[in-house]
């Protein structure tokens, strides 16, 4: 075989693209802020260079492996290099570091106390510029910008949104929205794929903490919370735990210590969905009526097909998303059982998504000019909740969730990863279409990393065919074939983030290679352990369809968990 020679050690060549991902195989992980491996290659940041014999020093990430290369990653002048490169970099950047939302886990940050950049030799006067805080989801601090343009490569290359770019030349360039308008007035779909990827404080989620906080010490307010599904496999991450560990228990009570009067489970709305969204799509399946049926879930893919395919809009499933069946049914059912007033419950969502804090601003979500869902906090909040109360998550002994609306069965757990929704509708699909009762729950086909998977899968005498998509580009492309005639779907699933929910932009920030992929098993475990795997299977939903809902499909159900979305 082919190999390159790495501080002194030869590797293989695999057919790896570039210098840095084959020198990953040398447990070697080189400084970066602008390299991706599913983005485009921009070599900006230059922290990547190594010295080959014969060529002297290149950057890795625009450097393809050659046989023979003889390739050194830490000499004194690669060092010294990368110094130079980061201290320019804190040159131009607002360096309140204290009192910055992204402080514990900014790139910048770590790279520099890696390096060992103790000091900043170019000092240059800047001047404050205001901040962006017009956008639902997200906030954008021009000041922490290093001009990786991540956040630009991000949004074009993978959502297929081109909502910011980068504008002016020369030492004025800066990168913003286009046109010079703010982050609420372009296309923005708030998936907020740009914070994820943003190695400093220049683009984060939008907080809520502090209406929270204020609801929890409001006496007359009884709060409630839901957890979304991707949550319990990621907030550990804050805490030490490795990636994928399912902390649900530890999660319930720490919110009871923050004062939450009643924690439920948003995969109990997903079971609901699963029935709702389910008897729809067999319903349009049998009249052949607005096939392909596309989920609605995700509500960054719903402000995408708003946007840029509206002509999809009758095809996308009138379901409200969990999150907001959850809302609506919380806000009909919970003053009467708690004996209270409407207006005193407070309805909080935990969530591994930005987009989540959109959606339940949409005028489609309120009742009486309240939203169903008051307040939505992300993963990174929680975990920072529970910091500033000074509890020790690792130490606390596992609660249970509180019932009717916390229990749930794994299709509904298995939604926070991409082809979950497809997979929890087809285990309730295959009982309604064979009458005959489930034994094993898995479709595993429709589960892998692949954006775009289509699978053909039998159910009874009843052919489906599927699209599971993840990235929105993707996502796009199957609608295009769809509305070309080219493709003869019955089921699309949708989610904006690569990977699913679990990969979320609300997510604990990981530095990690393998992050997605051990929350992904982590959810696929959680599945295996609970009872009940089959969302039909929920005792609570058959309770809750009989005294609520007026059964599957009903009209209170549909008035409570569906809605119709427009241009
Ligand atoms: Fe998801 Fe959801 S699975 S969108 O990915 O459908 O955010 O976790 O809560 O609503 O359940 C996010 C995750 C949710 C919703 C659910 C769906
Ligand atoms: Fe683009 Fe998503 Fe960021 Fe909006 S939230 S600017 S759509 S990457």
């Avoid at 010294?80 to 950047?93: G, P």
């Amino acid at each position: 075989g082919d190999f390159v020679n790495v501080d002194g050690r030869d590797i293989r060549i695999e057919g790896e693209r570039n210098l840095l991902e084959l020198i990953r195989k040398a447990h070697i992980e080189l400084p970066t802020f602008c390299y991706h491996s599913d983005l485009s290659v921009y070599g900006a940041c230059r922290l990547c260079i190594v010295d080959i014999d014969g060529m002297g020093v290149v950057t890795s990430c625009s450097t393809q492996p050659k046989a023979g290369m003889v390739i050194r990653t830490n000499t004194a002048q690669l060092r010294q290099m990368r110094r130079i490169y980061l201290e320019l970099l804190l040159a131009n950047h607002h360096q309140g570091c204290a009192t910055c939302v992204k402080s514990d886990r900014c790139k910048l940050q770590e790279l520099a106390v890696r390096m060992g950049v103790t000091e900043v030799r170019f000092q240059t006067k800047l001047e404050a510029k205001p901040l962006d805080t017009s956008n639902p989801s997200l906030v954008r601090d021009p000041n922490k910008c290093i001009l990786c343009g991540d956040c630009v490569r991000a949004c074009e290359e993978i959502q297929g949104v081109g909502a910011i770019d980068f504008a002016y030349r020369g030492a004025a360039t800066t990168v913003a929205p286009a046109f010079g308008k703010t982050l609420s007035e372009v296309a923005c779909v708030y998936c907020g794929l740009c914070a994820s990827v943003c190695p400093t404080g220049a683009i984060t989620p939008r907080p809520q903490i502090d209406r929270v906080w204020q609801a929890l010490s409001d006496e007359r307010k009884t709060v409630v919370v839901q957890i979304a599904p991707a949550v319990r496999v990621a907030l550990g991450e804050m805490f030490g735990l490795e990636a994928g560990v399912v902390t649900t228990g530890k999660m319930v009570a720490a919110l009871k210590m923050l004062g939450f009067d009643k924690v439920f489970d948003t995969s109990f709305a997903a079971d609901l969905t699963v029935l709702e969204e389910t008897t729809e799509f067999l319903g349009r399946k049998t009249r052949g009526e607005r096939l392909p049926q596309f989920t609605s879930c995700c509500p960054a893919w719903v402000k995408y097909a708003e946007q840029f395919c509206p002509e999809l809009l009758p095809h996308l499933s009138s379901c409200r998303s969990p999150q907001q069946m959850f809302g609506s049914l919380a806000k009909a059912t919970l003053p009467e059982t708690l004996g209270i007033e409407r207006e005193d419950l407070f309805v909080v969502s935990i969530m591994p998504c930005t987009a989540k804090k959109f959606e339940a601003q949409r005028p489609e979500f309120q009742a009486g000019g309240h939203p169903d869902v008051d307040a939505v906090l992300t993963t990174q909040e929680f975990g920072k909740m529970i910091k500033q109360a000074g509890i020790q998550f690792n130490q606390l002994t596992p609660e249970s969730l509180d019932l009717p609306l916390g229990f749930k069965t794994g299709a509904g757990v298995i939604f926070g990863v991409t082809g979950g929704v497809s997979e929890a509708v087809l285990r309730f699909a295959y009982e309604k279409l064979t009458g005959v009762k489930l034994d094993s729950a898995d479709f595993a086909e429709v589960r892998g990393p692949q954006g775009v998977r289509i699978r053909q899968i039998k159910l009874g005498d009843v052919e489906l065919k599927l699209a599971i998509v993840h990235g929105l580009r993707n996502a796009r492309a199957v609608a295009e074939d769809v509305r070309a005639g080219k493709a003869d779907y019955d089921f699309v699933e949708v989610m904006a983030c690569p990977g699913g929910c679990i990969a979320g932009a609300g997510q604990p920030v990981s530095f990690e290679q393998d992050t997605t992929q051990r929350r992904t098993q982590g959810l696929y475990d959680a599945d295996k352990t609970l009872q009940l795997h089959a969302s039909q299977e929920n005792p609570y939903l058959a309770q809750c369809y009989s005294s609520t809902l007026d059964g599957i499909g009903g009209r209170r159900a549909h008035e409570l968990l569906h809605t119709g979305y427009s241009s």
